[in-house]
């Protein structure tokens, strides 16, 4: 065959696994660049302020991990250690302070419903993290702007735009299709349905038009915008489904269990399934890589970068209702 | 709720249903930039033979639709009407004559296995629908390159190809995944097995990692890599799947139908999949948008341009070859 075929090229027997491991640097390397270049147009450093009102080593750690991103990257970052009890008169006075861009609370402070009350003490527009009412709200409900001539774009909480960002690098969302439907004919399934991430991550992503299964120990709910993707908003039903039902059903999987000890069975994923990890701890072995054909295996690095995006936005957004108050008084 | 919230934006019941529908056009526009900048590198138009020895006149329209195509686009294109009986001579003048590029024999010439013999007459290195044995072993053994040194790539036949280019614009192949693999986690059924369009077009998406089933009235096969696609080619399997099984599963539904009367049961479809029709004929009726993400009705102007494509690549492999002897001779 060789010789009568002098270009054939011999087989070389089975081929390795495949599976592409996409670092959280390598996204978050591309958002710095669109960073950076949204930062010219400012004439000075934004500037991030950040409380700190415990004694929680992981807080600090955060702080200083911030710290490190913001001065790396031309920004100001300010960390202001105050008493639990002061937090709330500190806070109100960054949020009328005009050199202050963004505000970022080190939770948890009192550890109650009060961190809740004090989370919504923040101004909206230096709400950084967007855990504002209004911007859950819009988020929940697929309202993408703030204004009714869309050009102010509500703010999303970091973690889950980190993750949809990541998305977006992966080609999960296709740019072929219209923004606000770029998932659609995609299943996901998310375990993990906390406030913070879980739930507000399927919210998202079944507004952008996947099928969303959204696990927690109580159960599987499904987030869906129904047939066609026909509804402008997600819906959600609960269901008796179990995870060996719809992991094998899956294009994504995204976990985020705070647990050593939890383990993704990943015996249940589907050929070629893509896997991304937001929890600290490593939810999936490496037995992974033997079915997946991507996998994240953390996303710290793009959340952070996620958070001075939305310093940038936040500033867009105040320039923004500046020039139209100006206009309304001229 | 609207008057605390001045930027809510008034939800607006239920969206319409969401297909885009992707037309061939704008696929072939963007290869015919490409095919017009390789253009720019030849010192001569390049030179297109087309061989017709039958009165057909399905075969005198797309003789007609090929002319029109190149010299909108800086080929030339040479109609020879020839007797069958002198169609092989004539085919074997061309082959050496430094003048012609490609060469195209509208079948059928005499409606039997001696038109297999004469597609194999036409000069491997102007063979632009890549019908030639040597490129058709070379397709379904996923063997990409001529040369040991992988200077020159292997011709693709034209429908097949077509889809793939489809597919890619349409992102269904990920380019985040490597060459060769970006098919991984897909599943694709092509209802259409002829030797011309649906085996080739099988294989070669096999070959790429998807998991492919391949439909007609015989029976389904399913083509893939095997698990975690290690195998370096695509191997086959019968199954006893139905239509009915296959579908609901399948990302991508692609169909060759060459019947009026045929229409893909649409209702099998997921929500979001993708559609694609290669046969002249509607395979889908209008149904095909409630559910399909994106639909490709028709994909005759790829074809076309991959044709060009393919003159291109064949005279480029032979200078390539050229300089290799004369660098040899040297």
Known sequence: ??????????????????????????????????????????????????FLANNDPAARMYANW????????????????VDKEDLEDNILAANVDDNVDGI?????????????????????????????????????????????????????????????KILEHIRVYNSILPYGNRLFGKTITVVNRSEI???PLAALLANDGASVYSVDITGIEHF???????????????????????????????TGVP???????????KEGAICINFSSEKNFDPSVKEKASIYVPAIGKVTITVLLRNILRLAENRRGTKQVEEGKSA
Do not use: W
């Open 104 to 164: 970022i609370v080190y939770f948890p402070v009192f550890g109650n419903r009060q961190d809740q009350y004090l989370q919504q003490v923040t101004a909206m527009n230096k709400d950084v993290e967007g855990l504002s009412h209004k911007y859950l709200f819009n988020m929940y409900q697929n309202i993408r702007f703030l204004d009714a001539a869309q050009t102010q774009k509500s703010i999303l909480p970091c973690t889950p735009l980190a993750v949809i």
């Open 259 to 269: 647990s050593k000890d939890y383990k993704f069975p990943t015996h249940l994923l």
């Open 197 to 199: 991430v879980g739930r």
């Open 66 to 81: 911030t710290e490190k991103t913001c001065t790396q990257n031309g920004f100001k970052f300010e960390l202001r250690e």
């Open 1 to 50: 065959m060789s010789d009568s075929n002098p270009g054939f090229v011999e087989p070389t027997g089975p081929a390795p696994a495949t599976c592409k491991v996409v670092s959280a640097a390598t996204v978050a390397d591309k958002l710095l660049q669109e960073v950076k270049s949204s930062l010219q147009k400012f004439d000075r450093a934004p500037l991030l302020v950040g």
């Open 224 to 254: 869906t915008r129904g047939e066609g993707i026909r509804k402008r908003q997600h819906q959600v039903h609960s269901t008796e489904l179990k995870l060996e039902d719809v992991v094998p059903r899956s294009d994504v999987v995204i």
